[in-house]
């Protein structure tokens, strides 16, 4: 599998520990390399379909300047959409409350952007899942807070916590792109670099 990739060292720009396991899920051996300091801002004007491939896209392009000419670099971002508010990650636990409560009873979208990039080619795009909740309590909510500490999540919550498995009554598209990662479409994609 993969023989076209056999000449590059593929390299994962992420810290999340989600997506390094759903990339190796995939059987490709990779490196995770992230760089310091890498911006994760867009235009205000941007559609919101658009965004997160365009930070994932900046993302890439941070790394242009550090790649060898045998890597290929992937690149990722999620964001969480819901009546038009773009969700990144909490700053803390009353904003992890307030998105939760947005959440509550509604189906929202979960957008990740991903860029591949190698020295002589650059693709991106965007997959998009619809998860609908069921109605939070504010018992559940705290308690997800206060025992899974989702600070590091795109719209304060992880599909695959506790949250997900009591609050998750609907999904539309890719499980895994809602863990932040859409595997299925990366394989795709790989496969014709």
Same mark, same amino acid.
């Given at each position: ?5 056999? /000449?590059? %060292?593929?390299? +994962?720009?992420?810290? !999340?520990? #989600? ?5 190796? @899920?995939?059987? *490709? ?65 009353? /904003?992890? %409350?307030?998105? +939760?409560?947005?959440? !509550?009873? #509604? ?5 990740? @952007?991903?860029? *591949? ?77």
């Amino acid at each position: 599998m993969f023989e076209n990739l056999k /000449d590059y %060292h593929i390299i +994962l720009a992420s810290n !999340s520990p #989600r997506r390094r396991e759903l990339l190796a @899920g995939l059987g *490709l051996h990779f490196e995770v390399r992230v760089l310091p300091d890498i911006a994760e801002s867009y235009p205000e004007e941007l559609p919101v379909e658009q965004i997160a491939e365009y930070i994932a896209r900046e993302k890439a392009d941070a790394y242009r300047r550090t790649m060898n000419e045998d890597e290929l670099v992937i690149t990722a971002d999620t964001i969480v959409v819901a009546d038009g508010e773009v969700m990144g990650k909490p700053h803390d636990a009353a /904003d992890a %409350h307030r998105m +939760l409560m947005k959440l !509550s009873n #509604r189906t929202h979208q979960v957008i990740t @952007g991903v860029c *591949l990039t190698t020295g002589k080619a650059q693709r991106a795009f965007s997959v998009s899942t619809d998860v609908t909740f069921k109605r939070l309590s504010q018992e559940e909510v705290d308690y997800y807070i206060e025992h899974y500490r989702p600070y590091d999540k795109a719209g304060a919550y992880g599909i695959q916590e506790w949250i997900g498995y009591v609050g998750v009554t609907g999904l539309r598209g890719s499980y895994f792109n809602v863990m932040g990662l859409p595997v299925q479409r990366i394989y795709e994609e790989l496969t014709k670099v």
